[in-house]
């Protein structure tokens, strides 16, 4: 998993916390990722003991983990693994394990059905015109491209789906479309940066 400092700093933090803080948080964390609560849920009395500031770096830290887990549909063998290096074990780390594989279903649901993503280019229409200007000194032809990209960007599950199994059918993809016009010197130049960026991409899938 790709955890940044600030979760990994978080969760020794967490470990501090008493047992009946820690649960209470984490649930809060849930409730918060899966769009149930607000953060106002953040002021219970069960979480009143707790420095603010402390509070608030672990919440972060909890959601990050929670959301890095989903991505990759953690297996509880790794996440159980982890928390224990940061010293959430026993009764902390049954009750993380109980609570992610519970709600692991609707955690998956909800990373999959939010754009979080950048639209995706699908399709590519170009015309090739000639501009044409004059005046009484000279004559001016030339070439002028206009490019229409194609692009999908993720949508959600329309709500007469939401209780299907198979949401990944139902799962509404936002077309749009990215027009721009540009010289023939434009174009080999955006052409040029795109080998630029594909090789960059090579090298370091290869390193």
């Not at 063998?77 to 109980?98: A, P, T």
């Not at 501009?131 to 490019?147: A, G, H, T, W």
């Given at each position: 998993m790709d955890?940044?400092?600030d979760i990994i700093n978080g969760l020794t933090l967490v470990s501090d916390l008493d047992f009946s803080g820690y649960c209470e948080?984490?649930?809060?964390?849930?409730?918060?990722?899966?769009?149930?609560?607000?953060?106002?849920?953040?002021?219970?009395?069960?979480?009143?003991?707790?420095?603010?500031?402390?509070?608030?770096?672990?919440y972060a830290s909890l959601v990050g983990f929670i959301l890095e887990a989903g991505k990759?549909?953690?297996?509880?063998?790794?996440?159980?693994?982890?928390?224990?290096?940061?010293?959430?074990?026993?009764?902390?780390?049954?009750?993380?394990?109980?609570?992610?594989?519970l709600e692991n279903p609707n955690l998956i649901t909800l990373l999959a059905t939010t754009g979080f993503n950048f639209p995706h280019i699908v399709g590519v229409d170009w015309r090739l015109t000639y501009?044409?200007?004059?005046?009484?000194?000279?004559?001016?032809?030339?070439?002028?491209?206009?490019?229409k990209l194609k692009t999908q960007t993720p949508g959600e599950v329309?709500?007469?789906s939401k209780n299907n199994n198979n949401n990944d059918d139902n799962i509404d993809n936002k077309a749009g479309n990215v027009q721009f016009s540009c010289s023939v010197w434009e174009l080999l130049d955006?052409?040029?940066?795109?080998?630029?960026?594909?090789?960059?991409?090579?090298?370091?899938a290869n390193e």
């Open positions: 955890l940044s400092e948080l984490l649930d809060i964390s849930f409730e918060i990722i899966l769009q149930k609560k607000d953060e106002s849920l953040l002021d219970s009395q069960i979480l009143a003991h707790i420095d603010k500031l402390t509070l608030k770096r672990c990759i549909n953690a297996e509880p063998i790794l996440l159980r693994g982890i928390l224990s290096e940061h010293s959430i074990s026993g009764e902390k780390g049954d009750y993380f394990i109980d609570k992610y594989e501009y044409l200007k004059s005046n009484s000194l000279e004559k001016e032809n030339r070439p002028v491209y206009f490019i329309p709500i007469n955006l052409q040029n940066k795109l080998k630029d960026a594909l090789n960059q991409f090579d090298r370091i």
